[in-house]
């Protein structure tokens, strides 16, 4: 049973910075594709940013490219979220999962506020 438990969040004034970072364990974390997702309230999750299981590859969202870098250590069983640039807009409670996201994995998310 995999289990990932996402860390970094917080409140940040716009234009500010944040990392996140999700400790993945239960499951070979090297062999999966990894992402980070996003949820509004009352919203479903939206993907925000992908990267391949070797970390070779990265794609985001429209609204989040050239301000958010995903990145990985697969030795330490970890991935990030560089988070420049921030936006009131990007208010919302962050998770990461396997790219397509298992149902069971999901974790507690942390919150990112962008606010003044």
């Known amino acids: 049973q995999g289990q990932l438990v996402e860390s970094g969040g917080g409140l940040v004034q716009p234009g500010g910075s944040l990392r996140l970072s999700c400790a993945a364990s239960?499951?070979?974390?090297?062999?999966?594709?990894m992402s980070w997702y996003r949820q509004y309230p009352r919203k479903e999750r939206e993907l925000v940013a992908a990267?391949?299981?070797?970390?070779?590859?990265?794609n985001y969202r429209d609204s989040v490219r050239g301000r958010f870098t995903i990145s990985r250590d697969n030795a330490k069983n970890t991935v990030f979220l560089q988070m420049n640039n921030l936006k009131s807009e990007d208010t919302a409670v962050y998770y990461c999962?396997?790219?397509?996201?298992?149902?069971?994995?999901w974790g507690q998310g942390t919150q990112v506020t962008v606010s003044s």
């Open positions: 999962n396997t790219n397509p996201y298992k149902s069971n994995y």
């Open positions: 239960g499951f070979t974390f090297s062999n999966y594709a």
């Open positions: 990267i391949t299981s070797t970390g070779g590859d990265t």
